[in-house]
């Protein structure tokens, strides 16, 4: 299965919005979650927010009130939008079907990682 397609990423200034979003097609809801994740220069990539097949979220604590994640299943989007984005935020966002670890965080099913969106916040 070919990684996901990411798009909506931009330049923004620190206390705007952005939506991002990807198509999530081929796969199935029941068996993935549908998780977005950042990765910031000279950082790990982290989890930033899932959702699983009955519309559950879960978020990074830096994101909690700020972010929403969506899904669409008649399109087959997902979108993640980020309200209130601080210079922290500045990153490359990732879309890719996930799975839940023990300890609630959510992992990358894949192998690869698609192309990602460019997310750049300014003061």
């Known amino acids: 299965q070919l990684p996901l397609e990411e798009s909506g990423g931009g330049s923004v200034q620190s206390g705007g919005s952005l939506r991002l979003s990807c198509v999530a097609s081929?796969?199935?809801?029941?068996?993935?979650?549908m998780g977005w994740f950042r990765q910031a220069p000279g950082k790990e990539r982290e989890g930033v927010a899932s959702?699983?097949?009955?519309?559950?979220?879960s978020y990074l604590d830096s994101v909690k009130g700020r972010f929403t994640i969506s899904q669409d299943n008649a399109k087959n989007t997902v979108s993640l939008q980020m309200n209130n984005v601080k210079s922290e935020d500045t990153a490359t966002y990732y879309c890719?079907?996930?799975?839940?670890?023990?300890?609630?965080?959510?992992?990358?099913?894949?192998?690869?990682w698609g192309q990602g969106t460019l997310v750049t916040v300014s003061s």
């Open positions: 959702i699983d097949g009955r519309s559950r979220t």
């Open positions: 890719a079907p996930c799975y839940y670890t023990e300890d609630g965080q959510w992992k990358n099913a894949l192998d690869d």
């Open positions: 081929g796969y199935t809801w029941s068996t993935f979650c």
